[in-house]
């Protein structure tokens, strides 16, 4: 969806460097999410913000952080790279109206670390 | 953690065949969701099920959830070219909020 948006699009980047990835969406949506997709293992999410003072680890936030910057930025740090966080990361959102809602993507960010 | 297990993990059909993908939990769901990510794309939301025993179309689509509410499936009658993607379900469990995604079958289509 064009109303979530990911950059950059795609990094390469070196072991150890410090990388941050951006998500702003205009669906006025609280809830936001961070996932990473690997080649058959689906979608592991990272990090989750219901609000912009809430957040949350998800299933693998260990070498990750985030930060809520406002209700529709979202952004995702990797402190130190290291080459097994080489995959497609997308970010995500849902309006938090009632107990059961979908979730909208953005277009995914291709990272790779050497 | 809840766990969400889908098969087959690949699939590579004929045109005009049917495919059919499952998802199965442990534990009973409060609601299962379907998405679709076609080649190089997104997810994209496809429907949400939420009554034991649901079953709801989307033309050649057909999307089930088990009586017990701890499996679903999605089947598609006459495969087209166009249905090529990856399919995930993702479930939340009655007792919590958080959503968890199987880790998607892949289906090609051959024409």
């Known amino acids: 969806d064009a109303d979530v948006t990911q950059t950059p699009r795609n990094r390469i980047t070196k072991t150890g460097k410090r990388i941050m990835l951006e998500c702003s969406q205009t669906?006025?949506?609280?809830?936001m999410y961070w996932y990473r997709q690997d080649p058959g293992l689906g979608l592991q999410l990272i990090y989750y913000?219901?609000?912009?003072?809430?957040?949350n680890k998800g299933e693998i936030s260990d070498g990750y952080s985030v930060s809520r910057q406002a209700q529709a930025k979202f952004s995702l740090s990797l402190e130190s790279a290291i080459p097994n966080q080489t995959a497609l990361y997308f970010c995500?959102?849902?309006?938090?109206?009632?107990?059961?809602?979908?979730?909208?993507f953005g277009p995914g960010t291709r990272l790779t670390v050497l | 953690g809840q766990q969400v297990m889908q098969i087959p993990q690949y699939q590579h059909v004929q045109e005009g065949e049917d495919f059919t993908t499952y998802c199965n939990s442990s534990?009973?769901?409060?609601?299962i969701q379907w998405y679709k990510q076609r080649p190089g794309g997104h997810p994209v939301f496809l429907i949400q099920?939420?009554?034991?025993?649901e079953v709801k179309k989307q033309k050649r689509l057909t999307f089930q959830f088990g009586e017990a509410k701890k499996n679903s499936s999605l089947h598609i009658t006459a495969t087209q070219t166009t249905d090529v993607g990856t399919y995930f379900c993702?479930?939340?469990?009655?007792?919590?909020?958080?959503?968890?995604f199987g880790e998607g079958t892949q289906l090609t289509v051959n024409p």
């Open positions: 995500a959102t849902s309006s938090g109206q009632g107990r059961y809602n979908e979730q909208f």
């Open positions: 669906k006025g949506h609280d809830r």
């Open positions: 913000s219901f609000d912009v003072k809430d957040i």
């Open positions: 534990t009973t769901l409060s609601n």
């Open positions: 099920l939420v009554k034991s025993g």
């Open positions: 993702a479930a939340t469990p009655l007792s919590g909020s958080r959503l968890t």
